[in-house]
């Protein structure tokens, strides 16, 4: 079980080192987001193909399982250039606002009432952001960026969570970079149109780091949270996976000494946003800890 938990935590701190390598490769984000899609999606596919697991879909799922992926897509381009317009730790504090997005998109499309907690867990997290956009004008482009990645994830996790209950996970996250692949495929040439780059070919360093995003932050991320899922129950998986955003910025300050960038308007939000998080891990399991449970 130690081990399984060091693999948890393991597995954390390469999530939150996605950000990191926003930062890094020096592409924009649309080239970005392509190149890690189609060697995330060769690497898997390879994978799964030696270990005879490649799995085998209808067209029609494999499209639906696919403009998922657009989804995610689009949720990665929205959260690189977050990033590249202001810096690592304003686009991980803006991904907190997924929660908030889920709070009201979730009830809306699955078509039952909203929930008061969650919602007033999530205004926290509102508020932590309108604070730092209201005293730090220099990243508000950044953060209005980061707000819309937020909005696209939260999407993403609903219409993710309704396509996950039929298909092994493999067989998703193949299929979705596949589609997000093809996806940014499609709109790139716009998108360079205009936001002309003067190549789309990586040098030597952006290629090492986006095959270290694609191999070990998308691909050998999957792998190990199956690993870790075969120990640890997803419940306790989910609720570790809040010190995310504190890994990335812990690595960014420590990386690119983002530290100096900061000013208490930041803190401030920050400080609001991981109370936010605190309260929901708190509240969530003690209604896990002292729910009744049904008799059949």
């Known amino acids: 079980m130690k081990e399984a938990f060091i693999k948890l935590h393991i597995s954390i701190i390469i999530a939150g080192a996605t950000g990191v390598f926003g ?26 193909y030696f270990a005879k697991k490649l799995p085998k879909l209808p067209l029609k799922e494999i499209l639906k399982i696919s403009g ?37 998109l979730e009830p809306l499309i699955n078509r039952h009432r909203v929930s008061l907690k969650e919602v007033t867990f999530s205004l926290l997290t509102l508020f932590g952001i309108v604070l730092i956009f209201h005293f730090d004008t220099r990243y508000r482009m950044g953060i209005t960026l980061g707000i819309i990645s937020s909005a696209l994830a939260a999407l993403f996790t609903i219409t993710n969570k309704k396509t996950a209950k039929n298909h092994a996970s493999s067989a998703l996250l193949l299929y979705e970079m596949f589609g997000g692949f093809i996806g940014v495929s499609c709109i790139l040439p716009f998108y360079l149109h205009y936001f002309p780059v003067s190549t789309i070919v990586p040098g030597m360093g952006d290629l090492i780091n986006l095959l270290l995003l694609a191999s070990f ?38 990386i690119f000494n983002e530290a100096k960038e900061l000013n208490i308007a930041f803190y401030s939000g920050l400080g609001m946003i991981i109370l936010s998080v605190i309260l929901q891990t708190l509240s969530v399991t003690f209604q896990k800890k002292f729910s009744i449970p049904q008799q059949s």
């Open 23 to 48: 930062k890094l490769i020096t592409l924009n984000e649309g080239l970005l987001v392509w190149w890690r899609m189609m060697f995330a999606t060769l690497i898997l596919a390879g994978i799964l």
């Open 68 to 104: 998922v992926g657009v989804l995610l897509a689009l949720h990665w381009i929205f959260f690189y250039g977050s990033i590249k317009a202001s810096n690592v730790s304003i686009g991980v504090v803006c991904f907190s606002m997924v929660g908030f997005f889920t709070a009201f």
């Open 217 to 254: 932050c998308t691909v050998g991320l999957y792998l190990l949270q199956i690993q870790v899922l075969k120990k640890i129950s997803a419940f306790t998986v989910n609720l570790s996976y809040n010190l995310e955003p504190i890994y990335s910025i812990i690595l960014a300050m420590i």
